[in-house]
């Protein structure tokens, strides 16, 4: 009986890692929201390393995070090395490209809670009423990053904290505006 029931949960779980083995390990999550704000007000807030931290998510889960900055702060070589708590792991980023008022791309390694090395692309597009900011990441998950996909909604945990950070930049670019006649 027990020989049996081992056989099955050894098939069933032999079925289930062919199964993750078989998923597609890439990923792109994406988000965007639009500012009331020409994109000259906004860029500063997406290239600059330091001036992130006044709008990312990731800041406000651990505001005691430790963080060193090296090379240009706003340019490609400019880097953030990071370490805070569980929820926010620790890693670099570093600016790769950037293209003034339109859009900055980063590498954001991660060591804890678990390696990774992604695409992160910030792109601003003027629209009617303001400009519309995207926050992106992609990447390759390997067999571990199918497995946590298998067993989490990455795409929402990422996508509600990309929302969140949006919207805390929409509130610090527009707060300095004035009020204007309905």
């Known amino acids: 009986m027990i020989a049996t029931f081992a056989l099955v949960a050894g098939g069933l779980l032999a079925l289930f890692l062919i199964y993750v083995a078989t998923r597609n390990g890439r990923f792109r999550y994406e988000r965007s929201g639009l500012i009331q704000a020409p994109p000259e007000k906004i860029f500063p807030y997406i290239s600059n390393l330091k001036l992130g931290s006044q709008w990312s998510p990731y800041e406000r889960k651990d505001p005691k995070m430790k963080k060193s900055f090296s090379g240009p702060e706003d340019q490609p070589g400019g880097r953030m090395d990071f370490d805070g708590n569980k929820d926010v ?28 090395d992604n695409l992160v692309e910030y792109t601003l597009k003027t629209e009617m009423n303001g400009t519309r900011f995207t926050w992106a990441m992609s990447g390759e998950g390997g067999f571990f990053g199918k497995l946590i996909v298998v067993m989490i909604d990455c795409e929402k945990m990422v996508a509600d904290e990309f929302s969140r950070g949006i919207e805390n930049l929409k509130e610090l670019i527009e707060k300095d505006r004035p009020n204007e006649p309905v």
């Open 89 to 116: 792991g620790s890693g670099s980023i570093q600016i790769l490209k950037v293209i003034p008022n339109e859009r900055v791309e980063l590498r954001l390694q991660m060591l804890r809670p678990f390696k990774a």
